[in-house]
């Protein structure tokens, strides 16, 4: 019942941000947004098709980040970070889940660029947050091994 409802918060924040969008797509969207940053690579093509048989016909919705997208390659460059398509499309991956849930881990193999990751989308974000839809973003890292089981 999360998985839904976590579609559903992030169909209702599309709707509310582009109100004219093709409900399909809306919906099409909000099952990527959701699901796909979730996925391991191999499992993505199979998701892909899954999803072009729920939706026949529904074209792929684009997704305009315009200012966040200038400024994770600026933030890139500014934190000697290569700004790669791969690279860019995760740290989206971790912005639209963000948007849809309260916390989160980001796991992964050693030197998969987690950290990276993060630290280029709060530094971004920071840089832009004179623009209504962002602010200045604060992480604090806590070891696990740190905090007793009780």
Known sequence: MRAV???????GLLKRADPDMNESQLVLRALRDVNVPKFLKDDIPLFENIIMDLFPGVEKPTIDYGALLVQMKTSCEDLNYQPVQPFLDKIIQLYDTIQVRHGLMIVGPTGGAKSAN??????????????????????????????LQG
């Open 5 to 11: 409802k976590s579609v559903i918060n992030a169909a």
């Open 118 to 147: 993060y630290k280029t989308l709060a530094h971004s974000m920071t840089a832009i947050k004179h623009m209504e839809q962002f602010e200045k973003v604060n992480y604090h890292i806590i070891n696990p091994k740190s905090i």
